[in-house]
């Protein structure tokens, strides 16, 4: 399968030539094309890229639903909504459904006067892409409320405990994942709430706007927990450029989406 086409300066040329439709490896794309129009053009690049856990049909209704449940994504660039599908399609996760596994969300790149769509794994993807790792027997994540009981102890006899207050446990304080492997090694890493939310205002630009981490804040602070923990975890190859590719924007298809460079976005406005 040939896709590796950069679609942004395609479009570009496109635009120069007043929309004339331009035919590249059999795919047949003008200006004036809809999201919609382009995902049901693209449909037969997207079918040899999905796994075969997800049916073509099931994954197009689920782009189409995304679109119709956020119409602020019909407004983004293309090419940066069909790159973000694209990428969550070959990792085998379902976007912005209420399994949680991707998301795929618009913001305002101010400096490019656009809105684009950007790339999110879910705290249950992130939890789905670790356990392809054969050496990996647990990935854990847990909010730890201001009633229960938390200890942890760094150094060379790193130690964690946690009992969760039976009821009444109050407001969020901290959250943390941990690992351990098939050879018996283990790590894990502590985040307070502030820290959480520093992150997704630096990292996440939607996080102002329509966003899990509105919906379902809880979730994505184990994601982000997850992620910092990971960072001593020995992982697949495969599995650590799949992880890389949260929360980007891209705007070029090619047969891994996970080899491509995404953009980190700070401090937009989100659409």
């Known amino acids: 399968m040939e ?25 047949k794309l003008t200006t004036n094309m809809s999201i919609v129009d382009m995902i049901k053009t693209l449909e037969p690049e997207i079918r040899k890229a999905l796994p075969s856990v997800l049916t073509p049909e099931r994954f197009i209704r689920m782009a189409l639903t995304a679109v119709n449940n956020t119409p602020a ?14 990428n969550a399609a070959q990792l085998g996760l379902e976007p912005n459904t209420p399994l949680g596994q991707a998301y795929l969300i618009p913001y305002k790149n101010k400096k490019k006067d656009v809105i684009e769509c950007q790339f999110q794994i879910g ?16 990935i854990q994540a847990h909010i730890v ?22 009821e009444g446990r109050g407001e969020m304080m901290y959250v943390y994942a941990l690992f351990k492997l098939t050879n018996g090694g283990y790590g ?5 709430k502030e820290s959480v939310v520093a992150h997704a205002e630096r990292y996440s630009p939607s ?23 990971l960072k001593f975890a020995p992982l697949k190859t495969e599995c650590l450029r799949a992880i890389a590719s ?26």
């Open 123 to 138: 705290y249950k993807g992130m939890i789905d892409l670790v356990y392809r790792n054969d050496n990996v027997q647990t």
């Open 3 to 27: 896709i590796n086409m950069n679609f942004k300066e395609e479009l570009a040329a496109k635009a120069e030539n007043t929309g004339a439709a331009k035919k590249n490896d059999g795919i």
């Open 207 to 229: 996080f102002e706007g329509f966003s899990p981490w509105k919906t379902d804040f809880e979730s994505m602070a184990k994601k982000t927990a997850i992620k910092k923990v």
């Open 145 to 166: 409320r201001a009633n229960d009981l938390f200890e942890y102890e760094l150094g060379l006899e790193s130690r964690l405990r946690h009992i969760p207050a039976m």
């Open 73 to 86: 994504l019909a407004q983004c660039t293309p090419m940066s909504f069909i790159a973000a599908l694209m």
């Open 246 to 271: 949260d929360e980007t924007i891209k705007s070029v298809l090619a047969e891994d989406m996970t080899e491509i460079e995404g953009e980190y976005i700070e401090e937009d406005e989100h659409a």
């Open 188 to 192: 894990f890493e502590v985040l307070n």
